[in-house]
């Protein structure tokens, strides 16, 4: 597609629920990075994939959280027993390479109530 | 640790009125540091990548200068549309995640 497109635009959730959010990232992108964006905070590191691999998954809070990409295309961002601080805009990004520039999606917005 | 610095936290203008937003950073092993403009509600949208000391790059009434310490965003006769939240963030050379600073919201009033 023409550019990174991210599913469900928002999700309100009740908390101890499991969530999944998707992103589709620009065709040929190989790098893809998933972000945390909370309210009045800057954006935190979550995960990256190059290809269907992670080579740098350190910034995933907890264990709670893991992501999977496939056909190194789409990519899901699973959130299990979401919590209250769970609440942010996420972010994903796809690059050429690790060296390009990164562009986003408009986001989730995810509200765990 | 990688660490980003922006100033001021918000900033407002006059249309026409120029002025610089400034991003202060801490990193081993510059590979890039990169300046994105993000609208309410939407993700950011890139601007410039700077990879070396003394690098400056242009778009429209924007400029990014890059020392070893910190860079600049200088904006020229802003106009409203250029009102936004502007971040920093930078790339060390051994890793690809970006660190980002907390951004400028900057208001342009007509």
């Known amino acids: 597609g023409a550019g990174v497109s991210q599913s469900p635009s928002n999700k309100v959730t009740e908390k101890g629920k499991d969530v999944e959010l998707r992103c589709d990232p620009i065709s040929g992108h190989t790098a893809l990075y998933w972000y945390r964006q909370s309210l009045g905070q800057g954006l935190e590191f979550l995960i990256y994939?190059?290809?269907?691999?992670?080579?740098?998954k350190s910034g995933l809070p907890s264990d709670r959280f893991s992501a999977e990409r496939t056909g190194g295309s789409v990519s899901t961002l699973t959130i299990q027993r979401t919590q209250q601080e769970d609440s942010a805009v996420y972010l994903c990004a796809s690059s050429l390479d690790r060296s390009s520039g990164y562009t986003f999606g408009s986001g989730t917005r995810l509200t765990v109530v | 640790e990688d660490q980003v610095t922006q100033s001021p936290e918000a900033l407002r203008l006059q249309e026409g009125e120029s002025s610089s937003l400034n991003c202060s950073y801490t990193v081993s092993g510059l590979r890039g540091l990169f300046w994105y403009r993000q609208d309410p509600g939407k993700g950011p949208e890139f601007l410039f990548t700077l990879y070396s000391a003394g690098e400056e790059k242009e778009k429209e009434r924007l400029k990014a200068t890059l020392t070893k310490k910190e860079s600049f965003l200088h904006i020229t006769a802003p106009k409203p549309e250029d009102s936004a939240t502007y971040l920093c963030?930078?790339?060390?050379?051994?890793?690809?995640?970006?660190?980002f600073g907390e951004g400028t919201q900057l208001t342009v009033n007509p």
């Open positions: 994939f190059q290809g269907n691999s992670a080579p740098d």
């Open positions: 963030a930078v790339q060390r050379g051994s890793g690809s995640r970006l660190t």
